[in-house]
């Protein structure tokens, strides 16, 4: 439900029609929706304040970037603030296909440069730690946690793939996983012998043990109710948190480590993109930079004149 303080009624529909889009026809995920409505709500609601205007045919490329250097000028960041044009752009160039609009505001709108970091990853040795000398507990919720982690590093899925995640999505003769990521795109990731033996016997203890079980997806709680965002982000933070110091301990590590370790043991830039359900090259290659800083590395340590 589209809510702003100062929107006026066609200013709405026009979100909301555009959400429904993204909705029904894109298959977005809620929290990329959510994502979309707040961008827009928040710049309807400045054009209303300072132009006294959210007619969609008059708003002007000056009006776009007065709203940009308000964000800057508090404190939002150069990603933050491309994640904001990249809305704008996504609902004019949908405005314009629906015929409500014969020209963007965003033509001439340059997105801020922003400091590439390289992605954060947790260790080889640390990951060897976290599933060989790591203890989990004896119980339902032991086994799960492990699952969850195991999945995520063996297959680099993003944590709402994970959650998603239904039984049939798993081909055990084949060794693979079908993972539905952003969009609604399919892929499919081949998996260990190991991995698919863990899951076995994680599907079979489900229906042994526990009371209720959800048939459609894999991994649930102790009550049979699959798992949700803070609860895979509480597990993986907690369990991280015994193997390695680095500052963030979320899913999406585990993401960036699959990556790494892949990248940096040899594997092609494109088969690593296609095994991340990435659209483009360019997402991919930030891992190439870790390559280069592990040879950087061995480098100081072997060489003579280092």
Not at 30 to 51: C, G, K, P, V
Not at 58 to 86: E, G
Request: overall charge positive.
């Amino acid at each position: 439900m589209v809510v702003g303080f100062f929107m006026q009624f066609h200013s709405v529909k026009h979100i909301t029609t555009f959400l429904d889009y993204l909705k029904f026809q894109k298959r977005y995920a809620r929290h990329t929706i959510t994502s979309y409505e707040n961008d827009l709500i928040s710049f309807f609601d400045f054009l209303a304040i300072q132009f006294n205007e959210t007619s969609i045919k008059n708003i002007k490329p000056a009006f776009v970037r007065s709203w940009l250097a308000d964000l800057k000028s508090n404190d939002l960041t150069s990603k933050s603030i491309n994640r904001k044009i990249s809305t704008l752009k996504t609902f004019f160039k949908y405005l314009i296909r629906q015929a409500e609009l014969e020209v963007s505001p965003m033509t001439t709108i340059v997105s801020p440069k922003q400091n590439k970091r390289l992605p954060q990853f947790v260790d080889k040795r640390d990951t060897a730690t976290l599933f060989t000398h790591v203890e989990f507990t004896d119980d339902w919720k032991g086994l799960t946690e492990r699952m969850v982690l195991s999945l995520l590093y063996n297959t680099g899925m993003r944590q709402a793939e994970l959650i998603g995640l239904k039984e049939d999505y798993i081909d055990y003769s084949k060794h693979t996983i079908k993972v539905l990521g952003k969009g609604n795109k399919e892929r499919i990731i081949p998996v260990s012998e190991e991995l698919i033996n863990e899951i076995k016997e994680y599907r079979r203890l489900k229906y042994e043990t526990l009371e209720k079980q959800d048939k459609v997806f894999l991994l649930v709680r102790e009550n049979g109710v699959p798992l949700y965002p803070k609860w895979v982000y509480n597990c993986v933070n907690k369990y991280l948190s015994l193997v390695t110091t680095i500052d963030k301990k979320s899913p999406h590590i585990l993401r960036h480590t699959f990556a790494t370790h892949l990248s940096n043991n040899g594997a092609d830039l494109n088969a690593v993109k296609e095994l991340l359900g990435h659209s483009s090259l360019a997402a991919t290659q930030i891992y190439t930079h870790n390559t280069i800083e592990k040879l950087k590395d061995i480098y100081k340590k072997a060489h003579p004149k280092a």
